[in-house]
């Protein structure tokens, strides 16, 4: 049986056998709604729906919900049957706390029982998807944006950034200025977020952005419930707080120049194979002009250098940017464990959650 690889974000979980060329199996909502027992409630119209964020920017905050999930996913989802649980590969966002990589990996050993499990961070991973092992990130997640710089395999801790701002914090803006211009109309945050996927989209620089000021071409959108709403700047306003933070009310660097920023610190020699080999990853970055406007920006902070995005190999599917982590996880997958790199149950017994900082980095 194939290793399975999960990649469990703030939106949506992916998981799915090792299968470096194919979508994961399972993408679904991490969010999870809170079932009431029958009798659990006397009066059902007093019922309000409760829901449950396992994962909170990137991190597991909920252990019991997480399990949940897991469980569902494993054994409903994959076919996993309980005695025969097999192996099993996690991603790691950046900067993941010890005591959550030791929780996960403690929970993995001592309630799923699996015979192997291994993590490995999503930057890493993100590279090898596009057949890198040395290059840098922007990923824009649902909660966070990371920006790591990879030398051989290796995360340059020192020289990583991570922002709590994210496709979350967009789409809160997009319904705080549709709000402006839509008084009379209320729309659920759900439907905000299509409303995002649909429209928003990157100027080609700040000048054009500016100019969406006095001209802007309107557009009719009909809600599922009838309304009319009108959408006009906010949909280039979405896109411009990537690079102009204050939108968002933060005193920081767009991204281009947070990414140059960190670039800087690794030590000079290793400049040029980071700027070379730029991936972008995550949800966000398929925003329309997104791509565009990233790279107008880059040439305009590196006069001297050139840099270039990596573009993913034909033979990956389409929409790898929003999967690289978990295809580069399967790719992993295929080496860790057939060359017993893996954390095995023994060992585990052996030394106990702590293993997972020595053998898995």
Same mark, same amino acid.
């Not at 596009?130 to 997640?141: A, E």
């Not at 994210?166 to 945050?189: F, S, W, Y």
């Not at 190999?313 to 464990?337: D, H, Q, R």
């Given at each position: 049986?194939?290793?399975?690889?999960?990649?469990?974000?703030?939106?949506?979980?992916?998981?799915?056998?090792?299968?470096?060329?194919?979508?994961?199996?399972?993408?679904?909502?991490?969010? %999870?709604?809170? #079932?009431?027992?029958?009798?659990?409630?006397?009066?059902?119209?007093?019922?309000?729906?409760?829901?449950?964020?396992?994962?909170?920017?990137?991190?597991?905050?909920?252990?019991?919900?997480? &399990?949940?999930?897991?469980? =569902?996913?494993?054994?409903?989802?994959?076919?996993?049957?309980?005695?025969? !649980?097999?192996? @099993?590969?996690?991603?790691?966002?950046?900067?993941?706390?010890?005591?959550?990589?030791?929780?996960?990996?403690?929970?993995?050993?001592?309630?799923?029982?699996?015979?192997?499990?291994?993590?490995?961070?999503?930057?890493?991973?993100?590279?090898?998807?596009?057949?890198?092992?040395?290059?840098?990130?922007?990923?824009?997640? =649902?909660?966070?944006?990371?920006?790591?710089?990879?030398?051989?395999?290796?995360?340059?801790?020192?020289?990583?950034?991570?922002?709590?701002?994210?496709?979350?914090?967009?789409?809160?803006?997009?319904?705080? &200025?549709?709000?402006?211009?839509?008084?009379?109309?209320?729309?659920?945050?759900?439907?905000?977020?299509?409303?995002? !996927?649909?429209?928003?989209?990157?100027?080609?620089?700040?000048?054009?952005?500016? /100019?969406?000021?006095?001209?802007?071409?309107?557009?009719?959108?009909?809600?599922?419930?009838?309304?009319?709403?009108?959408? !006009?700047?906010?949909?280039?306003?979405?896109?411009?707080?990537?690079?102009?933070? /204050?939108?968002?009310?933060?005193?920081?660097?767009?991204?281009?120049?947070?990414?140059?920023?960190?670039?800087?610190?690794?030590?000079? !020699?290793?400049?040029?194979?980071? @700027?070379?080999?730029?991936?972008?990853?995550?949800?966000?970055?398929?925003?329309?002009?997104? &791509?565009?406007?990233?790279?107008?920006?880059?040439?305009?902070?590196?006069?001297?250098?050139?840099? /270039?995005?990596?573009?993913?190999?034909?033979?990956?599917?389409?929409?790898?940017?929003?999967?690289?982590?978990? %295809?580069?996880?399967?790719?992993?997958?295929?080496?860790?464990?057939?060359?017993?790199?893996?954390?095995?149950?023994?060992?585990?017994?052996?030394?106990?959650?702590?293993? #997972?900082?020595?053998?898995?980095?």
């Amino acid at each position: 049986m194939e290793a399975v690889v999960v990649d469990a974000g703030s939106k949506l979980l992916k998981a799915g056998f090792a299968a470096p060329d194919q979508d994961p199996a399972m993408i679904i909502p991490t969010k %999870m709604k809170c #079932v009431v027992e029958e009798g659990d409630m006397e009066d059902s119209s007093a019922f309000e729906e409760v829901t449950v964020d396992p994962v909170v920017r990137g991190f597991i905050k909920d252990w019991d919900a997480m &399990e949940d999930l897991l469980r =569902h996913v494993l054994y409903t989802g994959l076919g996993w049957e309980i005695g025969e !649980e097999g192996q @099993i590969l996690f991603t790691d966002p950046l900067n993941t706390p010890k005591v959550v990589r030791e929780q996960l990996v403690q929970m993995m050993f001592e309630t799923f029982n699996v015979s192997g499990f291994y993590a490995s961070e999503q930057a890493v991973l993100s590279l090898y998807a596009v057949g890198r092992i040395s290059g840098c990130t922007v990923d824009i997640g =649902h909660g966070k944006i990371d920006i790591a710089p990879v030398c051989e395999g290796a995360v340059q801790h020192i020289a990583s950034k991570r922002f709590e701002i994210g496709g979350i914090d967009l789409t809160n803006l997009l319904a705080q &200025e549709l709000r402006k211009t839509n008084p009379q109309v209320q729309i659920d945050i759900n439907e905000i977020e299509k409303l995002k !996927e649909q429209y928003a989209c990157c100027a080609e620089d700040q000048s054009s952005f500016d /100019s969406t000021l006095n001209s802007c071409q309107k557009e009719k959108h009909v809600l599922p419930d009838g309304q009319v709403i009108t959408i !006009e700047r906010e949909r280039y306003i979405v896109g411009e707080a990537l690079f102009q933070p /204050s939108i968002l009310g933060l005193e920081e660097y767009g991204i281009v120049e947070q990414l140059f920023r960190s670039i800087t610190i690794v030590a000079p !020699e290793l400049h040029r194979q980071l @700027i070379d080999n730029i991936v972008l990853c995550g949800g966000t970055t398929s925003m329309a002009g997104f &791509e565009e406007r990233f790279q107008r920006e880059a040439v305009l902070c590196s006069s001297s250098v050139r840099p /270039s995005l990596v573009k993913p190999p034909e033979y990956m599917p389409e929409n790898l940017p929003s999967n690289s982590a978990w %295809m580069g996880g399967a790719i992993l997958a295929k080496v860790v464990f057939p060359q017993n790199q893996h954390i095995t149950k023994a060992e585990y017994d052996e030394t106990g959650p702590a293993i #997972v900082h020595r053998k898995c980095f």
